[in-house]
């Protein structure tokens, strides 16, 4: 599974971006598609995750704000961010599981600054 990540960009706080994550294959029968970030100095983090199910997950720091949705037909996960604040500032990064696999692709880098 080849993931690429896209859409980040520097924005203002308070303002929205939306991030695409596109597979080289077909997504329905991933287990788990999900977004994680790191910002310099700090560890990895998960952002948002989606089952194959459409079970999906949020940490604390952004529910209410950021929301990952997968569109099976396209191959695509999105993670929809909001309210963007100056910690939300890192490398965000897409992640798949499937057969007990990870799969990672490239960051794309969020700036929120004013």
């Known amino acids: 599974v080849q993931l690429r990540a896209s859409g980040g960009g520097l924005v203002q706080p308070g303002r929205s971006l939306r991030l695409s994550c596109a597979a080289s294959?077909?997504?329905?029968?991933?287990?788990?598609m999900a977004w994680y970030r790191q910002a310099p100095g700090k560890q990895r983090e998960l952002v948002a995750s989606m089952t194959s199910g459409g079970w999906s997950n949020h940490a604390d720091s952004v529910k209410g704000r950021f929301t990952i949705s997968r569109d099976n037909a396209k191959d695509l996960v999105y993670l929809r961010m909001n309210d963007l604040k100056p910690e939300d500032t890192a490398v965000y990064l897409c992640?798949?599981?499937?057969?007990?696999?990870?799969?990672w692709g490239q960051g794309t880098l969020v700036t929120v600054s004013s």
């Open positions: 992640n798949a599981v499937h057969s007990h696999r990870a799969y």
């Open positions: 294959g077909s997504i329905s029968n991933i287990e788990v």
